[in-house]
């Protein structure tokens, strides 16, 4: 069973940057590809980057390459998203998912777990 837990939200200044962690609890935290996801106030979820179970392979949103950066280590069962250059437009409560398909399509998949996400809000 995978639980995921984030955390590293908070209020930072335009510019600024925030590091966001998914941790799983469980035991089987390296058989599963992780995607973060966000939904801003009033809007729908849209993907923000994920990352293959080995962490091997990467795939970012347009709007988010360049300044954030996921990673992870199965060591500690966690999955990690630097975020760099943050801007109001950013704002947002981020949440992290797991899925275990074998076909690499991260923004399309279904994630059957999710977190409760953390707020990200970013002041101008």
């Known amino acids: 069973q995978v639980q995921l837990v984030e955390s590293g939200g908070g209020l930072v200044q335009a510019g600024g940057s925030l590091r966001l962690s998914c941790v799983d609890s469980?035991?089987?935290?390296?058989?599963?590809?992780i995607g973060w996801f966000r939904q801003g106030p009033g809007q729908e979820r849209e993907f923000v980057a994920a990352?293959?179970?080995?962490?091997?392979?990467?795939d970012y949103e347009d709007s988010m390459k360049g300044r954030f950066t996921i990673s992870r280590d199965n060591t500690k069962n966690t999955v990690y998203l630097q975020m760099n250059s943050l801007q109001p437009e950013d704002t947002a409560v981020y949440s992290c998912?797991?899925?275990?398909?074998?076909?690499?399509?991260?923004?399309?998949?279904?994630?059957?777990?999710w977190g409760q996400g953390t707020r990200v809000t970013v002041s101008s």
């Open positions: 990352i293959s179970r080995g962490g091997g392979t990467t």
């Open positions: 469980g035991r089987t935290f390296s058989r599963y590809n």
């Open positions: 998912a797991a899925e275990s398909s074998s076909t690499w399509n991260p923004r399309n998949t279904r994630y059957p777990y």
